[in-house]
């Protein structure tokens, strides 16, 4: 089995930048891909982005410009770089470990980091 911890998360002011890292431990060879999701208070969860252990990644629309992420398949570690924070960007983040290839709403979650934009 996989078990991942988030690490990162705070409080910045809108414009501002922050780096969410993720580990995970375990069973780290079964893992294929690895990603962020997002909550807002009375939200539902949404897809930030994901990166595959062959190099491939993708973001969701409101990410594409401003977060990367990156996927270190060695140490099995994945980090999301923020840029030009909004304050619609506050949440819960949670990371997520997908071990199965059978996509991120079968993999392993993290127990959430908060981030928080606001001046």
């Not at 996927?71 to 770089?81: E, F, G, I, P, R």
Request: proline share 1%; hydrophobic share 35%.
């Amino acid at each position: 089995q996989v078990q991942v911890v988030e690490s990162g998360g705070g409080l910045v002011q809108p414009g501002g930048s922050l780096r969410l890292s993720c580990s995970a431990s375990g069973d780290i060879n079964s893992i294929k891909a690895m990603g962020w999701y997002r909550q807002a208070l009375g939200k539902a969860r949404e897809f930030v982005a994901g990166a595959t252990i062959y190099g491939g990644s993708n973001y969701a629309d409101f990410a594409k410009a401003r977060f990367t992420i990156s996927l270190d398949n060695a140490k099995s570690t994945v980090t999301l770089q923020m840029d030009n924070l909004k304050s619609d960007d506050t949440g819960v983040y949670y990371c997520n470990a997908d071990s199965t290839g059978a996509g991120f709403h079968f993999g392993t979650w993290g127990q959430g980091t908060q981030v928080t934009v606001s001046s």
